[in-house]
């Protein structure tokens, strides 16, 4: 099916943060959008006000006409939709053509120029912070994200005249191999999901072959320190970068008063003080491989400078919600060890003398099985560390396997505790925070809100 021929588009699964993107670009094109979700959520009741029917109980009968019409209606579904599913077996035993998001923006990169940021870890925030350069500038942009912008207070970019899309190419279920990126950054492959690759090569291999996905013509952009090597096409190009070597890099980083600002170093064209908007530390090297990504493709430096002095973030990435001399409170979606890393060092690098404590919700048994002992070398950067119990999400509890794998590997001299997620709000009000992070990609954020008026009365 051609975009051309598309009339109506049906969504399995509408709330997920990537699908909903995917929506808002079918619904701001015109035609007739609809889906089924598990649950009502705040992304689902915008993408409601904004023209989508949704409904939440698995039901065919209450599919739209407007999307019974097998030669016009697109369907998406999500990998976390069991193949038992009603409505998916409905469409399937009736001649629709069914694809995963990922397939579907696999077909706007052969559309569109397709800007695309893949790796374990960063991709959210590299890729949001491109989009908003190139947004900004006059190049302008498409944008599908893997987080809400704060800029924009949405995880899509519509541009009416760019012919570039920006693209979070996620690794889950090798989704990234239905891209054609034009031009494509990858971050990091520490090894992960490995419940889908089974192994740290399978896994690597996997990133060498979305490698080979890149048009030529376009460009590769690679951190420097990675195991993995790629393997691109004739004709693509290949640059390194990370936060101090490489083609593109930083140069005199200045971290005082709550600013960080620095020279961008680049084959094309260097860039002096560039203040980052967001100031944390790893936004340097994200920030690097974003502007790295926008100059190639016609972004003017006084564009670079600009769109990075604005960039406000995404929520749930180092996502501060109180940031005052008494309390901090940050909401961080680290999941992998080496993100955990990440956030304990950028936070000792801006609250040095402070005591760090971290909540954190691992995510996944198999996750959890896979890397516990990382997990805790990565906590063990924390004063304290309060373990809650292990966020299931797709899966099926493995026995042996809970928090206190990692809680019994921690080293000495951390503060540790495990607690049930419930008593967490509890816990809040009794203690007495300095800098306090949320930790996780389950659902222990839902708390945020409350644990952020917690510490806001205790101030008053």
């Known amino acids: 099916m051609e975009l ?11 709330g997920g943060i990537g699908m909903s993107a995917l929506a808002r670009y079918f619904i701001h094109k015109g035609l007739v959008v609809a889906g089924y979700d598990k649950t009502p959520s705040t992304l689902t009741q915008q993408l409601e006000k904004e023209g989508m029917v949704i409904h939440y109980r698995e039901n065919v009968d209450e599919i739209p006409h407007a999307c019974r019409d097998n030669k016009s209606c697109l369907v998406v579904y999500t990998p976390a939709i069991p193949a038992e599913h009603q409505e998916l077996q409905y469409f399937r035993n009736n001649g629709f053509e069914v694809q995963k998001r990922a397939q579907v923006l696999g077909m706007l990169t052969r559309s569109h120029k397709g800007l695309c940021v893949a790796g374990t870890h960063g991709k ?11 947004h900004q500038s006059h190049v302008d942009c498409n944008a599908f994200l893997g987080g809400i912008s704060k800029n924009y207070g949405t995880n899509y970019i519509l541009s009416k005249t760019s012919d570039y899309v920006v693209i979070e190419a996620d690794e889950f279920d090798r989704s990234f191999h239905w891209l054609r990126p034009w031009m494509s950054v990858i971050t990091a492959t520490d090894p992960d999901h490995l419940d ?3 192994t740290k090569e399978a896994y690597l291999e996997s990133f060498r072959h979305y490698t080979e996905l890149i048009q030529p013509g376009g460009a590769l952009i690679i951190h420097k320190n990675l195991e993995m090597k790629p393997n691109v096409q004739e004709g693509v190009k290949t640059y390194t970068y990370s936060r101090d070597e490489g083609d593109f890099h930083a140069e005199n980083v200045k971290i005082e008063n709550g600013t960080i600002t620095f020279d961008f170093i680049s084959p094309v064209e260097n860039v002096s003080n560039v203040k980052l908007g967001q100031p944390v530390p790893i936004n340097i090297e994200n920030g690097v491989a974003a502007m790295a990504l926008a100059q190639l493709n016609g972004c003017t430096a006084e564009e670079l400078r600009y769109g990075m002095s604005t960039y406000h973030g995404v929520e749930r990435r180092f996502d501060f919600k109180i940031n005052n001399d008494q309390h901090v409170l940050l909401s961080d979606y680290a999941h992998h060890p080496k993100e955990i890393l990440q956030s304990a060092k950028s936070l000792r690098e801006l609250y040095q003398g402070r005591k760090l404590t971290a909540i954190f919700q691992p995510h996944l048994y198999t996750r959890t099985r896979d890397f516990y002992k ?34 019994d590997n921690l080293k000495p001299g951390v503060e540790k ?4 997620k419930a008593d967490v709000l509890n816990l809040v009000k009794s203690r007495d925070f300095d800098v306090l992070i949320i930790l996780g990609a389950g659902d222990l954020d839902n708390m945020v809100p409350q644990i952020t008026r917690i510490l806001e009365e205790k101030k008053k």
Do not use: N
């Open 4 to 14: 051309k021929d598309i009339k109506a588009v049906y969504f399995i699964g509408a």
């Open 417 to 420: 505790s495990m607690i049930q």
């Open 124 to 134: 959210t925030t590299t890729s949001t912070m491109c989009a908003h350069i190139m």
């Open 196 to 198: 889908i690759y089974g």
């Open 374 to 407: 990382d997990f805790a070398d990565a906590l063990s950067h924390f004063d304290e560390v309060i373990l809650t119990e292990i966020y299931p999400a797709r899966e099926a509890p493995i026995p042996g396997v809970t928090s206190q794998l990692i809680y």
